[in-house]
């Protein structure tokens, strides 16, 4: 099994960067983005609980995602290995994340750190807004986001270094280039 965590700063491209991990490790993904959008779109209660959240910037509450990754985890006990994007987003969510692998007998293989200075994902994601039209892709959002990711996530590089499993990789310049730099750690991981 070959699970890995695809950390970084809103912007910092672990949605581009996991899409081409999936396709040459045949991994499975676990966006909590991406789910929450779901469950926004088919207006769930769930979802009009986390959109409350989301249009502000802020994180949905740790019980509600640690609950949807738990059935996740438990649904999907054949496959080669997780990536798991923007999934922990708080020390508790890293926690709790260790705990629901190793009652499956798994862990973290990896965490990739994806470094991007802060000018440059304000301008990514400025950018992202004007095509995709995501909703809290806005200047004012984008802004809290990045303050949750500093206050909130960061502190969790600290919580896989201790645990010797962070590795940081230089997230500007070209999609081939970073996916390379990633592809070499995984390389010599699963050797
Ligand atoms: P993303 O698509 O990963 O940028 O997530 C978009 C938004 O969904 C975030 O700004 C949060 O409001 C929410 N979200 C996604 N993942 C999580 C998580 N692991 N914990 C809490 N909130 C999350």
Redesign the pocket.
Known sequence: MLNIVIFGA?GSG??TQSAKLIEKYGLKHV???????AEIKANSPLGQM?ES??S???????E??IGM?DELIKKNSDVEGFIF??????LE?GKALDEMLEKNGQSISLVLSLEVKDEELVERLLKRGEISG?S?DNRE?IES?LK?YYDQTAPLKEFYRRQGKLHEIYGEGSIDDIFAAMEKVIDSFAQ
């Open positions: 809103p672990k949605g966006s909590t983005g991406d789910l929450l959008r986390a959240y989301m502000k910037g802020q994180l949905v509450p740790d509600v995602v990754l994007d923007g999934f922990p987003r708080t969510q995501r809290d959002t986001r949750v």
